[in-house]
T-cell receptor
Framework: AQSVTQPDIHITVSEGASLELRCNYS??????LFWYVQSPGQGLQLLLK??????LVQGIKGFEAEFKRSQSSFNLRKPSVHWSDAAEYFC????????????FGTGTQLKVEL | KAGVTQTPRYLIKTRGQQVTLSCSPI?????VSWYQQTPGQGLQFLFE???????NKGNFPGRFSGRQFSNSRSEMNVSTLELGDSALYLC?????????????FGQGTRLTVV
C-alpha cells in the first residue's frame, strides 16, 4: 500500500527566508503527487501537483516542488516566505486505478516569525 | 463558480446517536470523496463515490456509510456515534473519475461527540 512521510511536524522560519518542506512516498509505480495547504478551520487548497513530465512543478503562491524518483521525494520549496504562508502543509499521493483516493502525510505546521 | 459546500459546518451529537453530513460538489463534478481529519490520525480516506457508485472505501467500520445522488450531491452517515468520531469531515469533489483531475475540498463539517 502507498504511504507518505512528512518527517517535520513543525517548522519555523523567518519572514523572507527560504523554505523547504520534505515529503517522501512509498509506492511501487510512479505516483500522482500533491501538496495541499490548510489554514485553521478551513479545507484544503491545492498548491501544486505532479502527474508526469517535467520533474520541477510550479504552483500557486510562489511555491514549487521537485519530484525525485531516485529518492522517492517530492519536496516543497519557496524562495521567500511571507507571514501569510503560516499554515499546515500536506503532501499526498494518488495512484493509477485508485480513482480519486488520496493518501496524505501527517502534515507540517509552518510558523513564520516576523 | 461556486465551490464545494458542506453542511452543516458544526455539529454536536451525543454518543450513540447518528448523524448525516451533506456535501454539494462543484457543478459538473461527478466524483465525491470523504475524509476524516483528527489530530491523532491525520487525514484518512473514508470513501469515494462516482456516478452514484461507491468506488473506493477506506478502513473504517461499517458504522460509516455514504451515498451519492443523481445530482452528484453526497451524504455520509455515521451511526452509533463514539467519542472517537469527533473530527473534521472533509468532502472533495473532482470532475472525473480518475486521478488526473484536481480535487477541490470543502471547508468541512466539525463534528463533536459528547
Amino acid at each position: 500500500a502507498q504511504s507518505v512521510t512528512q518527517p517535520d511536524i513543525h517548522i519555523t522560519v523567518s519572514e523572507g527566508a527560504s523554505l523547504e518542506l520534505r515529503c517522501n512516498y512509498s509506492y511501487g509505480a510512479t505516483p500522482y503527487l500533491f501538496w495541499y495547504v490548510q489554514s485553521p478551520g478551513q479545507g484544503l487548497q491545492l498548491l501544486l501537483k505532479y502527474f508526469s513530465g517535467d520533474t520541477l512543478v510550479q504552483g500557486i503562491k510562489g511555491f514549487e516542488a521537485e519530484f525525485k524518483r531516485s529518492q522517492s521525494s517530492f519536496n516543497l520549496r519557496k524562495p521567500s516566505v511571507h507571514w501569510s504562508d503560516a499554515a499546515e502543509y500536506f503532501c499526498a499521493v494518488g495512484f493509477t486505478g485508485g480513482g480519486n483516493k488520496l493518501t496524505f502525510g501527517t502534515g507540517t505546521q509552518l510558523k513564520v516569525e516576523l | 463558480k461556486a465551490g464545494v459546500t458542506q453542511t452543516p459546518r458544526y455539529l454536536i451529537k451525543t454518543r450513540g446517536q447518528q448523524v448525516t453530513l451533506s456535501c454539494s460538489p462543484i457543478s459538473g463534478h461527478r466524483s465525491v470523496s470523504w475524509y476524516q481529519q483528527t489530530p491523532g490520525q491525520g487525514l484518512q480516506f473514508l470513501f469515494e463515490y462516482f456516478s452514484e457508485t461507491q468506488r473506493n472505501k477506506g478502513n473504517f467500520p461499517g458504522r460509516f456509510s455514504g451515498r451519492q445522488f443523481s445530482n452528484s450531491r453526497s451524504e455520509m452517515n455515521v451511526s452509533t456515534l463514539e467519542l472517537g468520531d469527533s473530527a473534521l469531515y472533509l468532502c472533495a469533489s473532482s470532475l472525473a473519475g480518475s486521478m488526473n483531475t484536481e480535487a477541490f475540498f470543502g471547508q468541512g463539517t466539525r463534528l463533536t461527540v459528547v
